[in-house]
């Protein structure tokens, strides 16, 4: 049986250790997300009594449900990539930038019209960063050689 | 070494006729060019000629069908400022300029003379690349131009001027410098159509080209040794390729091949599509914040460095047309010319129409001695140094001169060798002598003259050190130089060439259909989603914006195969937007936060070296 090749062999860097923090701390939002309007339309106590939609609408009810699963799904999809990520995969990293990208704009869309979520955006800026640097680029296998960014 | 017919040799005494025959090159063009170069006398007999006086008023000279060379030439006395030029065509009326279009098109369809692009430019530049080409082109309407109408009419009259005589003519001059026989071929083409019939930079009325060989002698035999082609953005060595270069160089029965970029005539040395890059001229504090941008986004976010300012343009040298030269179909009718020829030296304003372009890209040039201002041109009074041959000796004197110089440095090796332990001997003495007179108050004054002293000879000795260790490195090299070249090595033929022009890999160039139209289209639909958000949702102009720019941006990563490489870049981006906000609103915070990383840190960097 061939060896399996190890993609990475050295110490971890700091940088990867960050993001994996940074991927725990917005899980740990996202999952309190999850939560919160369910228990801010009291399902949690009561269970779901009432209809989840009128006619082509959704009642209040519907709405947390949508909400949280929305969230649930964030969660669950946070789960895969943190195990991706600390495997070193090339497509965990891709996954992570683009979601970055897609989080930090909603966040800065929200600062200009709404309350911003400062953890969410401090946690996409340290995430951003981290998985720009060189080492942890070629780590993922993102940058071919010192200076070219693999395409 | 190249087999004989590919090096030929001349004897020294051979007429400079003879000589520019026997090297003349083969110039290949693209399929669809409409210019080839042309007779000096016919297309002077074409123009008109006029002068810009420095109050920006026009007057005509001479009336085209009056001109010709020695009509040229005449004295004219003008104020200073004053820049004469000849037009090609004269002015268009509204009904000429469009029978000139019709003509040129019908011509091309008898001709099937039609140009195929292949991939566009716009797809090999990415999408902000393509919004500073949209702003090129707006630029046009504020700087001078040549109507595309005047391209039209330029292609069709240039076509009766072949139909009366098709008649090919380089102007060749031999020039004799140090130990060169330096053989220049100069082209002139009736028009430049880059623009307007290639994608490309600019547009302007006549074009002169120039191609040159460099001879070195052998005995009584002349060798050929470089070729140099006049190229786009390419300057000194980089625009010379060794004569046995085969992979740089095509050389067909001891003639060079040049490959013609279509439209601007620039010469390349292997067929293919080049892509080229015009600067926007920016103001100077948008140039400086671009360099200081470029430093933070390269230097500390450590990210690939990206100019949206730079706007590919493909010059299509593809070699697939035309063909003039020897063992052609068409072949050169040579013309010499030196500083004795009237229109050469004694005509110094412009070959074409002046557009007021102040870029000087729709401009016509001047010719071959000239500059467009009057000042002389460097290919001509020093065809050497053009090309960084000032400093390239003859290869027959190469082996001499590297023994001379090795000799030179082996004899001051054995100098130093003996100087360097005498000067140190003495530092030595008067360092013992200095530290006999230590702690002796009445002799300070002597003290402090011999320390001088022993500072400026420990400097002397530590200088010739330097240069010996220097020297041995060289000698060490000049020998390997050396022995390689008697072997028969010669030297890499590329080891000159800073900036190698290379055609575009067709691997690059592998753009789907669907890259290629969205290229063609994505501007406008940017900008349609642009008024339909302003007349359907102004109040979510920001959001929609970026929203929408964003979404552009990914289409057209996924599109150029560079998706991974662009979600990088936004997300950094995007993430150093994000950085400025937390920062302007927790500012206070962050200080604390780094003041208390900082403690923490020299804290653990003295406890561990505390405690071993």
Not at chain 2, 19 to 30: A, G
Not at chain 2, 355 to 380: K, Q
Not at chain 2, 463 to 470: D, G, I, K, N, P
Not at chain 2, 504 to 512: H, L, P
Request: glycine share 6%.
């Amino acid at each position: 049986m061939r060896e399996r090749k190890k993609v990475w062999q050295g110490k971890r860097p700091v940088a990867v250790t960050i993001v994996a923090w940074g991927i725990v701390l917005l899980f740990l939002v996202r999952l309190y997300q999850v939560y919160l309007p369910l228990l801010q339309a009291d399902l949690l106590e009561d269970g779901i009594h009432g209809p989840l939609t009128r006619g082509m609408r959704l009642t209040p009810t519907g709405a947390a449900v949508l909400i949280s699963a929305a969230y649930l799904i964030q969660v669950l999809v946070g789960i895969v990539v943190l195990i991706g990520f600390l495997r070193l995969q090339r497509w965990a990293w891709v996954v992570l930038m683009a979601w970055t990208a897609v989080s930090l704009s909603i966040t800065l869309i929200n600062y200009f019209y709404s309350n911003p979520n400062y953890i969410v955006m401090a946690s996409d800026v340290i995430i951003a960063f981290a998985l720009s640097q060189s080492d942890v680029q070629r780590i993922f296998r993102i940058r071919t050689d010192a200076d070219e960014p693999a395409r | 070494m190249n087999p004989p017919a590919e090096r030929p040799t001349m004897s020294v005494d051979s007429p400079d006729l003879e000589l520019l025959q026997r090297y003349e090159p083969l110039i290949r063009y693209t399929h669809g060019e409409q210019f080839f170069p042309t007779e000096v006398e016919r297309y002077v007999r074409a123009c008109s000629l006029w002068a810009h006086d420095p109050a920006g008023r026009d007057e005509l000279l001479v009336r085209q069908d009056f001109l010709n060379l020695r009509e040229l030439v005449e004295p004219r006395p003008a104020p200073f400022g004053t820049l004469h030029y000849l037009r090609f065509i004269e002015p268009l009326g509204l009904s000429e300029a469009a029978e000139a279009i019709a003509k040129q098109v019908r011509l091309r369809t008898i001709l099937k003379n039609t140009f195929h692009p292949g991939v566009g430019r716009l797809a090999r530049g990415g999408l902000l690349p393509r919004v500073v080409d949209a702003l090129f082109s707006i630029s046009f309407l504020m700087r001078g131009r040549v109507p595309a109408a005047v391209a039209a009419a330029a292609e069709v009259d240039y076509f009766y001027m072949r139909t009366g005589q098709d008649k090919f003519v380089y102007y060749g001059r031999v020039v004799r410098e140090k130990d060169w026989t330096v053989l220049q071929y100069w082209y002139l083409y009736c028009f430049n159509s880059w623009r307007s019939g290639f994608g490309g930079v600019n547009d302007h009325e006549s074009d002169w080209e120039m191609v040159s060989i460099y001879l070195y002698q052998d005995e009584a035999r002349l060798i050929p040794e470089w070729a140099a082609y006049a190229s786009h953005d390419f300057h000194g060595d980089d625009l010379r390729r060794r004569w046995d270069d085969r992979a740089e160089l095509d050389v067909l029965d001891g003639h060079p091949v040049v490959y013609s970029g279509a439209g601007s005539h620039a010469s390349y040395f292997r067929p293919g599509e080049y892509q080229s890059e015009a600067n926007l001229e920016l103001p100077a504090w948008l140039d400086t914040l671009r360099s200081v941008w470029n430093r933070f986004w390269t230097g500390i976010l450590g990210q690939e460095p990206n100019d949206p300012f730079r706007i590919p343009f493909v010059d299509y040298a593809r070699g697939d047309g035309v063909a003039i030269g020897p063992g052609q179909e068409r072949t050169w009718a040579p013309v010499l010319i030196d500083e004795g020829t009237p229109w050469v030296s004694q005509y110094r304003g412009l070959w074409g129409y002046y557009a007021r372009d102040p870029i000087s890209g729709e401009n016509a040039p001047a010719g071959p001695m000239y500059n467009r201002d009057g000042t002389p041109r460097s290919a001509w009074y020093d065809p050497l140094g053009f090309v960084g041959l000032d400093k390239v000796p003859n290869p027959r004197e190469l082996v001499p001169l590297l023994e001379k110089n090795s000799a030179e440095l082996s004899n001051r090796q054995g100098e130093l060798e003996e100087l360097i332990p005498r000067k140190a001997e003495q530092v030595q003495e008067l360092g013992a002598r200095l530290k006999s007179l230590e702690r002796q108050p009445h002799l300070a004054r002597a003290y402090g003259a011999l320390q001088k002293k022993i500072a400026a000879l420990t400097e002397e000795v530590h200088a010739l050190r330097r240069e010996s260790s220097e020297s041995a490195a060289m000698l060490e090299s000049l020998n390997r130089r050396l022995a390689s070249l008697k072997s028969g090595v010669p030297d890499d033929p590329h080891a000159h060439i800073r900036y190698l022009a290379a055609p575009v890999r067709v691997t690059q160039m592998r753009f789907g259909r669907v890259a290629q139209a969205w290229a063609a289209i994505s501007l406008s639909v940017l900008l349609f989603a642009i008024v339909g958000l302003l007349l359907l949702a102004p109040r979510f102009l920001p959001a929609g914006l970026v929203t929408i720019t964003l979404l552009f941006i990914v289409i057209e990563s996924f599109l150029r195969g560079a998706f991974i490489h662009t979600v990088g870049q936004v997300t950094v981006l995007l993430a150093v937007i994000a950085s400025i906000i937390l920062f302007f609103h927790f500012w206070f915070w962050i200080l604390i936060a780094a003041l208390l990383a900082l403690a923490g840190f020299l804290l653990f960097q003295r406890l561990r070296e505390l405690t071993g």
